[in-house]
Nanobody
Framework: QVQVVETGGGLVQAGGSLRLSCAAS????????MGWYRQAPGKQRELVAT????????YADSVKGRFTISRDNANKNTVYLQMNSLKPEDTAVYYC?????????????????WGQGTQVTVSS
């Protein structure tokens, strides 16, 4: 069983900042990738940022230069999303995803798990 829990959403004015946290816990061998996705009303879920175990990051063009994904130094299963210069169009439910490696019938297998989501609202 794997749990993914996000915290840190809220209401902020345009130009402000928020930091989201995501912690993965449970039974798994390792985590390959953790990432943030978002879904605005009436739109499909989209990638915001990902971070591999090796430290490689990837960002959506719309957030480059404003958002930063990072890993907790003490707990490698926790990642953060620092969001600066927020815009009204960043309003969405933000979901954390963890691609974990588990043993299934004695073989390693990758599966992804999602958190419940946290609301971020940016007012103009």
């Amino acid at each position: 069983q794997v749990q993914v829990v996000e915290t840190g959403g809220g209401l902020v004015q345009a130009g402000g900042s928020l930091r989201l946290s995501c912690a993965a816990s449970g039974s798994f061998l390792s985590i390959d990738v953790m990432g943030w996705y978002r879904q605005a009303p009436g739109k499909q879920r989209e990638l915001v940022a990902t971070l591999t175990t090796g430290g490689s990051s990837n960002y959506a063009d719309s957030v480059k230069g404003r958002f930063t994904i990072s890993r907790d130094n003490a707990n490698k299963n926790t990642v953060y999303l620092q969001m600066n210069s927020l815009k009204p169009e960043d309003t969405a439910v933000y979901y954390c995803n963890a691609l974990v490696v588990q043993l299934r019938n004695l073989f390693p297998r990758s599966d992804d798990y999602w958190g419940q989501g946290t609301q971020v609202t940016v007012s103009s």
